[in-house]
């Protein structure tokens, strides 16, 4: 069967949601799997660590997944690497629901994350493909309106599923979804890296490429700031429930209800970034939006070293610093991808490097510290301050008359 060659959306909306949709398939594969854990480690006779390990080996099958499927994208064009991926998601679920063990079932969830990695690190080029400037920090910004509700919806959906039929359910319902996103791609998405633009050779180009984005000194500043924007995310989710639930006693009931707050002010600075970004420039925006967070945080690690303000205080001053973040990983990736357009794939694959192995490294160091809002927010504004102090040496952006060469 020939398939009609896809001419695309025909709106910045359809775009959005077409994109969004590939962006948010590894939030969903994580986020509607959470309420299962249980029954999972009960099911498979397997500790709650070992349950809990399906969760994070995904993050090392996404990092090795994005380093890998970023250079072949720019090889043979997005839409081959993006179906394989697809496919292997749809596979890779299909073959959970008939695991006999956990350690199964961590295998298949590496090599999930692996696969998964292609809808994120691909969607992220295809923008770059589609829209330069301007144009992409907007499309970064609504993006987060999709990417931001994921973590708010998929854990219902997932727990309305698994009521139905139990976590096997769950990865029936993950492998349709990759159907579904399959079939978008093959009728909508048409290839938007042309043959004359691809990079040729094997893994000697590959590692070309790598080299060639990696000597950019303000690309990797800039490729680098989304990871730690994404550190503070993490540290704030590890965090959070020992914080609020432990520490100030809020019930599950309110502490879910505090989550979805949050995020949606997350989504709701994004959207406020697609605006202003058509007046103002996203350097500009990017450089204040770090110097307004870092205050903002500031503001509660003092409140949750002291005390002052109780409950009410911290949660003010958090949802302030996390409504910021909305301004910084959309901007700055932007910027980045604008550097290496001829090599948005391999670009793209180390900004998604980045934020997975970064987020990785740092959010851990909230439980080291003692897992309270003051460990929290210490890690939250060790991120920010990080991001500042990079911005302003590595790159012109605290300069007068900066532009970027």
Do not use: C
Request: aromatic share 6%; net charge positive; proline share 5%.
């Amino acid at each position: 069967m020939k398939f009609p060659t896809p001419r695309g959306p025909r709106s910045t909306a359809a775009w959005v949601a077409l994109i969004g949709s590939l962006t948010a398939l590894p939030a969903f594969t994580t986020d509607m799997y959470l309420p299962s854990l249980p029954d999972v480690a009960r099911d498979l006779g397997a500790t709650e660590a070992a349950a809990q390990l399906t969760l994070s080996v995904m993050l090392v099958g996404a990092a090795a997944g994005t380093l890998v499927i970023g250079p072949l994208s720019d090889r043979f064009g997005r839409r081959r690497p993006l179906l394989l991926g697809i496919a292997g998601h749809v596979l890779t679920s299909l073959l959970a629901i008939v695991v006999p063990t956990i350690e199964t079932l961590v295998a298949l969830r590496l090599v999930q994350g692996f696969f998964n990695a292609a809808a994120s690190v691909i969607a992220m080029a295809v923008i770059r493909d589609r829209f330069e400037g301007v144009a992409a920090a907007q499309m970064f910004s609504r993006l987060m309106l999709i990417i931001g509700l994921s973590p708010l919806l998929a854990p219902t959906l997932g727990s309305l599923v698994a009521s139905l039929g139990g976590w096997h359910l769950t990865f029936a319902a993950l492998a349709v979804m990759g159907v579904g996103l399959g079939a978008a791609v093959v009728w909508l998405l048409p290839e938007t890296h042309p043959r004359a633009a691809r990079t040729g050779g094997g893994v000697k180009e590959a590692l070309r490429g790598y080299r060639t984005v990696l000597r950019d000194r303000q690309f990797v500043v800039l490729a680098f700031i989304p990871g730690l924007g994404m550190a503070v995310i993490m540290s704030y989710v590890v965090g959070s429930p020992f914080v609020f639930q432990e520490g100030f006693g809020l019930s599950s009931a309110q502490f879910s209800l505090l989550f979805a707050v949050n995020g949606i002010g997350l989504v709701a600075s994004a959207q406020v970034n697609a605006a202003l970004v058509r007046r103002v420039a996203p350097l500009r925006l990017l450089r204040t939006a770090l110097v307004v967070q870092l205050a903002f945080v500031a503001s509660l690690v003092v409140l949750a070293a002291t005390g002052t303000g109780g409950l009410l205080g911290v949660l003010v001053a958090l949802w302030l610093t996390l409504g910021m973040q909305g301004f910084v990983p959309a901007n700055a990736s932007a910027l980045a991808l604008t550097r290496h357009g001829e090599r948005a794939g391999t670009a793209s694959a180390v900004i998604g490097g980045f934020q997975t192995g970064v987020a990785g490294v740092v959010s851990p160091l909230v439980g080291v510290l003692g897992a309270g809002a003051l460990a929290m927010s210490s890690v939250m504004a060790g991120a920010i301050a990080l991001a500042i102090v990079l911005l302003a040496l590595a790159t012109p952006a605290f300069r007068r008359g900066h532009t970027f060469g």
